[in-house]
Antibody, heavy 120, light 109 residues
Framework: LQLQESGPRLVKPSETLSLTCTVS??????????WDWIRQPPGKGLEWIGT???????YFNPSLKSRVTISLDTSRSQISLKLASVIAAETAVYFC?????????????WGPGILVTVSS | ETVLTQSPGTLSLSLGERATLSCRAS???????LAWYQQKPGQAPRLLIY???TRATGIPDRFSGSGSGTDFTLTISRLEPEDFAVYYC??????????FGQGTRLEIK
């Protein structure tokens, strides 16, 4: 299984950050997994953004909920993230990850991450 | 929202020593829903432990997890050079919400 994030690496303040995670080596249509986005500002810890199930059900971090959209494109094996009205403090490495529910809830596969800078 | 507090913030130890990392939750967490990750600079986190005490595939047996309720521990029995990294705990709560601890940096003394 491989996950790979892609998208613009520079976004202007107040604009919308848009990223795609492409999954290879396994189907994204599985009731055993969800697909999540997690971010990490430079030098700081991990912050969970949100998740999407195989059926398209979404859950979000309450602090970001009003600005986040996560969607699935099953034909392309892709998970998309949109974060509206970004600010400079949202400069971070954005990771996509597979959430596994086998005997627990955890992230067993991660993409390498993509650094997105919010700056004018 | 369940807050996870990791301690210490930084742990300085020598090769071969035993490392004990703590993760304390603000409210009780099911053991099934507590995981640990290792992160090295420039890399994504790597799953070490899930369900509080189950090692992930390929993880050496010097790594072990324990705990229940609000107190969980990651132990590395004998530190190897590749173990020096940042470690995060993670919990799963209601409404599919996920929170991470702030991390413990394990450095060579």
């Amino acid at each position: 299984l491989q996950l790979q994030e892609s998208g613009p690496r520079l976004v202007k303040p107040s604009e919308t950050l848009s990223l795609t995670c492409t999954v290879s080596g396994d189907s994204i249509i599985s009731n055993s997994y969800y697909w999540d986005w997690i971010r990490q500002p430079p030098g700081k810890g991990l912050e969970w953004i949100g998740t999407i199930s195989y059926s398209g059900t979404t859950y979000f971090n309450p602090s970001l909920k009003s600005r986040v959209t996560i969607s699935l494109d099953t034909s392309r094996s892709q998970i998309s993230l949109k974060l509206a009205s970004v600010i400079a403090a949202e400069t971070a490495v954005y990771f996509c990850a597979r959430r596994n529910f086998w005997k627990g809830v955890y992230f067993d596969s991660w993409g390498p991450g993509i650094l997105v800078t919010v700056s004018s | 929202e369940t807050v996870l507090t990791q301690s210490p913030g930084t742990l300085s130890l020598s090769l071969g020593e035993r490392a004990t990392l703590s993760c304390r939750a603000s409210q009780s967490v099911s053991s099934s829903y507590l995981a640990w990750y290792q992160q090295k600079p420039g890399q994504a986190p790597r799953l070490l432990i899930y369900a509080a005490s189950t090692r992930a595939t390929g993880i050496p047996d010097r790594f072990s997890g324990s705990g229940s309720g609000t107190d969980f521990t990651l132990t590395i029995s004998r530190l190897e050079p590749e173990d020096f990294a940042v470690y995060y705990c993670q919990q799963y709560g209601s409404l599919s919400l996920i929170t991470f601890g702030q991390g413990t940096r394990l450095e060579i003394k």
